[in-house]
């Protein structure tokens, strides 16, 4: 039975949206395609353990999704063709089109597709191709879970009502689509850095796919400096992996992090995308980030964080993409800088019922608060961020902070 579920659960999460590509390639009803393959799923649990696994797992799964959908087709009096394998995306595709070196990658491209709706692209290539829930896509764009599960099913009935062609784009057409793309493979790149250490995560292993999701973005589209700046930009995070918890297992801040413990080769690769880049002479959203990044791995060769670096870059991120995590970002940086009334304007200037639920805002407001001497009102500020963190080493870590009044942002 254990090596049963392991295998499904290999599966599930390697393949998954690999499998829905195919199961989905010329009914484009992705949500049956799902529902198939969760058939398949909840059916190798119970046939596995006393049959045996077998030798293709992926193969058994397809098969067994196939017949779901073709019993599905009869039962509704709906005549359907057999669903094709891989080769119906190539074959869609025109003959001097770019080269595809992964399933999941053509299919990121297709969701990107400007017949849907731009706001759910990003959510639909994250529930599709990368298996995340409702629930932690929600998470990633600040929308309650239900509201992102019907805007999901919408966007694929949408697919399946209007018969949208999953043709590959040509490369005019991958370059409009990219940061969509791009957006979807740093939101799962965030939800596996966010579950990285909990076991039971669905969300666990989706750093290493996102990075190497980036790699094959930044070698396909060479002259895409984007892709080479979000690349950077995992990188430059996952050099710092190993540092993020001490021995104990305790949640340490970016700047009381062990910088022996970063990884070296990682920071190289990061810094000369970044620098290649540049060259570019394009400013992007990613680009920046990563720039944010390399401004902090300088901290060991210069002994102090560069904070008028950092505000620069920020400011530039906010003029550009005023997002909600960019301006309290830049509210964090202020804090540091010892400028605490301006980092409390640029939090209170904010949407205040979008960051509610925000938790890397209350932290911050704790320590603008705390920096300004209102203690009370930075320690009620700590508690709703305990309150909002998920992972138990962070939120001991804050806790200890709300015990000590010495607010700090983690990072």
Same mark, same amino acid.
């Given at each position: 039975?254990?090596?049963?579920?392991?295998?499904?659960?290999?599966?599930?999460?390697?393949?998954?949206?690999?499998?829905?590509?195919?199961?989905?390639a010329?009914?484009?009803?992705?949500?049956?395609?799902?529902?198939?393959?969760?058939?398949?799923?909840?059916?190798?649990?119970?046939?596995?353990?006393?049959?045996?696994?077998?030798?293709?797992?992926?193969?058994?799964?397809?098969?067994?999704?196939?017949?779901?959908?073709?019993?599905?087709?009869?039962?509704?009096?709906?005549?359907?063709?057999?669903?094709?394998?891989?080769?119906?995306?190539?074959?869609?595709?025109?003959?001097?089109?770019?080269?595809?070196?992964?399933?999941?990658?053509?299919?990121?491209?297709?969701?990107?597709?400007?017949?849907?709706?731009e706001?759910?692209?990003?959510?639909?290539?994250l529930?599709?191709?990368?298996?995340?829930?409702?629930?932690?896509?929600?998470?990633?764009?600040?929308?309650?879970?239900?509201?992102?599960g019907?805007?999901?099913?919408?966007?694929?009935a949408?697919?399946?009502?209007?018969?949208?062609?999953?043709a590959?784009?040509?490369?005019?057409?991958?370059?409009?689509?990219?940061?969509?793309?791009? !957006? %979807?493979?740093?939101?799962?790149? *965030? +939800?596996?850095?966010?579950?990285?250490? /909990?076991? @039971? &995560?669905?969300? #666990?292993?989706?750093?290493d796919?996102?990075?190497?999701?980036?790699?094959?973005?930044?070698?396909?589209?060479?002259?895409?400096?984007?892709?080479?700046?979000?690349?950077?930009?995992?990188?430059?995070?996952?050099?710092?992996? !190993? %540092?993020?918890?001490?021995a104990? *297992? +305790?949640?340490?801040?970016?700047?009381? /992090?062990? @910088? &022996?413990?970063? #990884?070296?080769?990682?920071?190289?690769?990061?810094?000369?995308?970044?620098?290649?880049?540049?060259?570019?002479?394009?400013?992007?959203?990613?680009?920046?980030?990563?720039?944010?990044?390399?401004?902090?791995?300088?901290?060991?060769?210069?002994?102090?964080t560069?904070?008028? +670096?950092?505000?620069?870059?920020?400011?530039?991120?906010?003029?550009?993409?005023?997002?909600?995590?960019?301006?309290?970002?830049?509210?964090?940086?202020?804090?540091?800088?010892?400028?605490?009334?301006?980092?409390?304007?640029?939090?209170?200037?904010?949407?205040?019922?979008?960051?509610?639920?925000?938790?890397?805002?209350?932290?911050?407001?704790?320590?603008a608060l705390?920096?300004?001497?209102?203690?009370?009102?930075?320690?009620?500020?700590?508690?709703?961020?305990?309150?909002l963190?998920?992972?138990?080493?962070?939120?001991?870590?804050?806790?200890?902070?709300?015990?000590?009044?010495?607010?700090?942002?983690?990072?």
């Amino acid at each position: 039975m254990d090596l049963a579920r392991r295998t499904a659960e290999r599966v599930a999460r390697d393949s998954y949206g690999r499998l829905v590509a195919i199961l989905s390639a010329r009914t484009r009803d992705i949500a049956s395609a799902e529902d198939a393959l969760a058939e398949a799923l909840l059916s190798a649990l119970r046939t596995w353990p006393d049959r045996g696994v077998p030798a293709n797992p992926d193969g058994w799964l397809l098969t067994a999704a196939r017949n779901t959908m073709k019993n599905a087709a009869r039962h509704d009096g709906v005549t359907r063709a057999a669903l094709p394998d891989l080769l119906a995306l190539r074959e869609n595709a025109s003959e001097d089109g770019p080269a595809f070196p992964d399933e999941r990658l053509k299919l990121l491209f297709v969701c990107a597709h400007p017949a849907i709706d731009e706001g759910v692209r990003t959510p639909l290539m994250l529930q599709t191709i990368l298996g995340l829930d409702a629930a932690l896509i929600g998470a990633a764009f600040l929308v309650p879970p239900a509201t992102m599960g019907q805007r999901l099913v919408r966007a694929k009935a949408k697919i399946r009502d209007a018969g949208l062609r999953f043709a590959l784009p040509s490369l005019d057409e991958m370059s409009d689509r990219l940061a969509e793309v791009l !957006d %979807a493979v740093y939101a799962a790149y *965030g +939800a596996g850095w966010d579950a990285h250490d /909990q076991p @039971a &995560s669905s969300a #666990r292993g989706l750093t290493d796919e996102a990075i190497y999701l980036g790699r094959l973005i930044a070698s396909l589209m060479p002259g895409q400096p984007e892709a080479a700046g979000l690349l950077a930009l995992m990188l430059y995070c996952e050099a710092r992996r !190993d %540092a993020r918890r001490d021995a104990s *297992g +305790a949640f340490v801040p970016l700047d009381r /992090q062990d @910088a &022996s413990l970063w #990884r070296r080769d990682l920071i190289i690769e990061a810094e000369g995308l970044l620098t290649a880049a540049s060259r570019f002479g394009q400013f992007g959203r990613y680009q920046c980030l990563a720039a944010i990044q390399s401004v902090h791995v300088q901290r060991p060769l210069t002994g102090r964080t560069h904070h008028d +670096a950092l505000l620069t870059l920020y400011r530039m991120l906010v003029e550009r993409y005023p997002a909600i995590g960019a301006r309290v970002g830049l509210a964090a940086v202020l804090v540091e800088a010892g400028r605490g009334r301006e980092a409390l304007r640029e939090l209170d200037d904010l949407d205040q019922a979008s960051v509610e639920d925000y938790q890397p805002y209350w932290v911050t407001r704790a320590r603008a608060l705390h920096a300004v001497c209102e203690t009370g009102a930075s320690r009620a500020a700590l508690a709703t961020a305990i309150d909002l963190t998920q992972d138990e080493p962070t939120r001991a870590f804050i806790r200890s902070l709300l015990n000590h009044s010495a607010p700090y942002a983690p990072g």
